[in-house]
């Protein structure tokens, strides 16, 4: 079951398009970005997968402590990273994941990457 969607989702998604289409700087940040995050979440230790996109996965392997550090992140942190356990994904790769978007700057990404690692090492992860 589907319908059309309303005029003004289809007028934002064509804004976004045309944005992507006509300020290519956002979409070079983004890619920044999670050249940067990724690169400075594996030298902590974090597993990152292969994802090859702006989502960046930190797989823990197991559920408990994927929850527990999305959980930690958020309610002592203020950093939102969704857990993705099981069945969304097979036990051993129970992980958070986080985005980037073009408009974090690089004390957002390095206060996110400190509370991160603190976390992390907290919670006996890395």
Do not use: C
Not at 27 to 35: I, P
Not at 89 to 107: C, F, H, P, Y
Request: aromatic content about 6%.
């Amino acid at each position: 079951l589907s319908t059309a969607h309303p005029p003004g989702v289809v007028a934002a998604n064509i804004a976004s398009i045309e944005v992507v289409e006509n300020e290519p700087q956002h979409v070079k940040a983004v890619w920044e970005h999670t050249n940067y995050f990724k690169r400075e979440v594996q030298n902590m230790g974090y597993d990152t997968g292969r994802s090859e996109t702006p989502i960046i996965p930190l797989i823990i392997g197991d559920p408990g402590k994927a929850q527990e550090l999305a959980r930690v992140l958020f309610e002592e942190e203020n950093i939102y990273g969704t857990p993705i356990i099981f069945p969304m994904v097979a036990r051993e790769l129970s992980r958070i994941r986080v985005q980037m978007n073009a408009l974090l700057t690089k004390d957002d990404l390095n206060m996110a990457l400190s509370s991160i690692e603190k976390v992390g090492k907290k919670l006996n992860i890395i």
